[in-house]
């Protein structure tokens, strides 16, 4: 059976390559120069609800996370060395404040 070396094959492909993107979920925008640089710590609030998230064929992905009547952003990252699998905002907002950085997020101003 060679199919799990073909899905492997599938996965290694380049970011950008869009074979295995469902093209449902936003792709995030390349970070602009200027972007606010946002600070991602290894702790949660807590067990939360993802109420938006990027598509899940980036390399770097994101979620917007609902933790009682506070957001927080998680953010999933295959394997490197300054990054780690799992990180979250050090900052949580309330809604109107989480939804308008996830727009800036999407929008590479902020990252
Ligand atoms: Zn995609």
Redesign the pocket.
């Known amino acids: 059976m060679t199919a799990s070396a073909a899905v492997f094959g599938v996965a290694a492909t380049e970011e950008g390559d ?1 074979a ?4 449902v ?1 936003p ?1 995030p925008a390349v970070p602009r120069p200027g972007r606010t640089k946002l600070w991602w710590i290894e702790e949660s609030l807590g067990r939360g609800r993802v109420v938006a998230h990027t ?4 390399m770097t992905s994101y979620e917007l996370v609902r933790c009682g009547g506070l957001y927080q952003f998680r953010r999933h990252a295959l394997a490197r060395h300054d990054v780690p699998p799992v990180s979250w905002t050090a900052r949580w907002w309330r809604r109107e404040e989480a939804y308008a950085w996830w727009r800036r997020l999407l929008a590479g101003q902020a990252r």
């Open positions: 869009d295995d993107c469902p093209g979920s792709h598509c899940a064929c980036q």
